[in-house]
């Protein structure tokens, strides 16, 4: 079995280039989906699949997955009941003492750039790239990003160390990892 490997975790400016410009409307994507490219594009169908990391409807309803979410302000458990009765969830995240953690599977991710990048302080962008970038040498982000890749954002809580973010990939089965430790002082007040 192949082992996990590091994830170079890009910190980006915020005044950098213009991620995530087009907004993924419910309206958008559901066509989109039902589309003829995108129903026989497997990894499309799988990425954006329920149950997944990057579905915008992970969380019960719409919700755009280029826009960050308080992940951690909510319990997986309670969150993910009603996909995990079903076994269709491929995420999880927890809270211990020292850290905030994420896994998740990526379907074709084996196949996909992954990325892993943040804003060093509040939020982590997850993404990926299945498709060639447009032809005429744009960023895939800036545009209808959902055709040639995925992305969720998470917003961070306030005593994680968004920093020192780290990410791993298992190429034996697609699963990314990301832990973000909290911050030492905030850990030592609360002991």
């Known amino acids: 079995m192949p082992p996990q490997r590091a994830i170079d975790v890009r ?3 915020n005044g950098a280039a213009p991620k995530w410009r087009m907004s993924l409307l419910e309206n958008t994507f559901t066509p989109f ?18 149950g997944s990391l990057f579905s915008p409807y992970l969380f019960g309803k719409f919700f755009d997955p280029a826009d960050a979410f308080p992940l951690w302000e909510f319990e997986s458990e309670v969150l993910l009941a009603a996909l995990r009765r079903c076994a269709r969830t491929t995420v999880d995240w ?3 003492d020292s850290e905030y953690y994420l ?20 939020v982590v962008d997850v993404s990926g790239l299945w498709r060639g970038p447009p032809s005429d040498g744009r960023d895939w982000r800036a545009g209808r990003w959902w055709e040639h890749g995925f992305v969720r954002r998470v917003e961070l809580p306030e005593d994680a160390d968004g920093a020192r973010v780290e990410a791993y990939f298992d190429d034996g089965d697609g699963s990314l990892e990301v832990r973000v430790p909290k911050r030492k002082g905030d850990q030592a007040a609360a002991a």
């Open 11 to 13: 910190k980006v400016d």
């Open 103 to 122: 896994r998740a599977d990526i379907p074709g991710g084996r196949k996909c750039d992954v990325e892993v990048s943040g804003d060093g302080a509040r």
């Open 94 to 96: 927890a809270e211990t």
């Open 33 to 50: 989906l039902q589309s003829p490219g995108a129903c026989t594009d497997a990894a499309a169908k799988a990425v954006f699949a329920e």
